[in-house]
């Protein structure tokens, strides 16, 4: 019986460290949006993507890729008339974990590079088709927000991940 508790209690310690770390990847997440700047926002959060899944698992990061997009929207980094594109970036940053998860652990970049072109290719083709259908009268601005920036943060969000990562020798 003693035993068992001694399991119990190691399950709850572990289970508070992922959520006290998974809680600083949310603030870094939430605050990313306040920089005003794409680049630096999808860096950052995509880099919080490649941590949170190396270091709390795939279910915390998953909770991570719901936040950026609406704060984003809040701060008027992504114009309120593009909110129609922000299920489009939660599933691209969701697509983004899911394969990154299922390759990281042979090798750190035959996750990242597949991720983030599966990212980049899902948001731009599914924003294309909205673009021009839907959102006509603001296509470049959707465009622009849509297209290579997604390739380019990602990947530097896998940069940024990877050294942070190799700092606390975590890959």
Do not use: H, R
């Not at 959060?45 to 990061?61: Q, S, W």
């Not at 983004?96 to 990212?119: E, Q, T, V």
């Not at 083709?125 to 622009?144: D, E, F, H, R, W």
């Amino acid at each position: 019986m003693e035993e068992q508790e001694d399991v119990l209690s190691i399950d709850k310690k572990l289970v508070a460290s992922k959520l006290f770390q998974a809680s600083i990847f949310l603030a870094i997440a939430i605050l990313a949006p306040y920089f005003g700047n794409q680049f630096i926002t999808g860096t950052f959060v995509n880099a919080m993507f490649f941590i949170a899944v190396v270091m709390v698992g795939i279910e915390y990061a998953f909770f991570l890729c719901l936040i950026p997009s609406l704060i984003s929207i809040y701060t008027g980094l992504l114009p309120l008339i593009l909110a129609p594109i922000i299920p489009f970036i939660m599933t691209g940053n969701a697509i983004l974990i899911l394969i990154f998860n299922k390759f990281y652990k042979k090798n750190f970049w035959l996750g990242a590079i597949p991720a983030s072109f599966a990212k980049f290719i899902f948001i731009w083709s599914l924003g294309m088709i909205l673009a021009t259908s839907v959102l006509k009268n603001i296509a470049p601005k959707v465009m622009l927000i849509i297209s290579w920036p997604q390739l380019v943060t990602a990947i530097a969000g896998a940069c940024m991940a990877y050294i942070f990562l190799k700092i606390i020798k975590k890959i």
